[in-house]
């Protein structure tokens, strides 16, 4: 039996379509990850005289409730001198999709708003909002998710802006977690909506 071109050219088409057809409709594109994860960052950053704007750093992109939305994990870094009365921000953060994601987005819309006037609408306009952070004592030095969880690697010393013992020492009541020994470390997170926590 032969097949009409036509035929031929109709079954090419709808094959190069399944890709699109089957994927997730709430996927998220990479570049949409890091402009939100980069723009939750911008408005955390206090502009305190101690601490320096970073950019997110290891941005991922992962299904981590199997829900069929994507999260945004990332490193959430902000640099600082360690003279303030508190640790470095050096987190871990999960940003998701609003569960009534397009209504959102649509009560959100104003035209005459960017992102520099409200960057949480920008946010939300992108279709992402903040859920979770779990603080990392050391310097992260790969984050990479492996099923539904979160490995970090890092790093922890003596000298660590993002654990200060010397504020420890001087202040035990301010500290809610002890610095770890130096060494190299590897934690396994595990997020639910509104949690991140570390797996024992």
């Known amino acids: 039996m032969k097949r009409s071109r036509t035929g031929v050219l109709a079954l090419a088409a709808l094959m190069a379509l399944m890709p699109l057809i089957a994927?997730?409709?709430?996927a998220v594109d990479s570049q949409a990850a890091v402009r939100a994860a980069n723009l939750w960052t911008r408005i955390q950053y206090p502009g305190d005289a101690h601490e320096t704007y970073?950019?997110?750093?290891?941005?991922?992109?992962?299904?981590?409730?199997?829900?069929?939305k994507d999260e945004v994990i990332y490193l959430h870094r902000i640099p600082c001198d360690g003279g303030g009365s508190f640790d470095c921000?050096?987190?871990v953060t999960v940003l998701k999709t609003p569960i009534n994601r397009d209504a959102e987005i649509l009560s959100s819309k104003d035209p005459f708003i960017s992102m520099f006037d409200d960057p949480k609408q920008s946010l939300i306009d992108l279709g992402y909002e903040y859920d979770a952070a779990l603080h990392v004592?050391?310097?992260?030095?790969?984050?990479?998710?492996?099923?539904?969880t979160i490995r970090v690697t890092f790093m922890a010393t003596l000298e660590s802006h993002?654990?200060?013992r010397g504020l420890r020492k001087r202040h035990p009541e301010w500290s809610q977690s002890e610095c770890p020994p130096p060494g190299r470390y590897v934690w396994n997170l595990?997020?639910?909506p509104g949690e991140l926590k570390r797996l024992e």
């Open 190 to 192: 595990q997020w639910k």
């Open 137 to 148: 004592p050391g310097e992260i030095e790969h984050l990479v998710i492996v099923g539904r």
């Open 23 to 26: 994927a997730d409709v709430w």
């Open 162 to 164: 993002a654990c200060l």
């Open 89 to 91: 921000t050096n987190s």
């Open 54 to 68: 970073e950019p997110a750093r290891y941005v991922q992109i992962a299904d981590l409730d199997r829900d069929g």
